[in-house]
């Protein structure tokens, strides 16, 4: 019998992001009030939560991280550009998860 020990990291990459009309995740103003257009007169103070989890046909937010989560500090407001480098103390890019757990595996 062989042992194997074994390691791996996901890595997330972020670019970019665009919130043109500068609504929150709940579709409301982050900050003015609503044009006639839908548009808000404010600006929005963007961060992201990257969850990693075990696979879901349909995503449930309200249950655990499987395998980690992530908050990023604000990045910036109704577009962020992070396709230059950022220099944050305390976000890299790309976010890692790393993990060394034992894959799963199928029998036959």
């Not at 548009?39 to 991280?65: A, M, N, W």
Request: charged share 20%.
């Amino acid at each position: 019998m062989k042992h194997v020990n074994a390691s791996g990291v996901f890595e997330l990459r972020l670019k970019s992001f665009v919130n043109e009309y500068g609504k929150d995740s709940l579709g409301k103003c982050c900050s003015g009030s609503t044009s006639r257009t839908g548009e808000c007169s404010g600006v929005c103070k963007t961060r992201f939560r990257v969850c990693l989890k075990q696979y879901q046909v349909k995503i449930d937010t309200t249950t655990p991280c499987t395998y980690g989560d992530v908050v990023t500090p604000v990045l910036g407001e109704n577009v962020v550009n992070l396709s230059t480098n950022v220099a944050l103390p305390s976000f890299s890019n790309p976010i890692r998860f790393p993990f060394d757990f034992t894959w799963p595996k199928f029998h036959i």
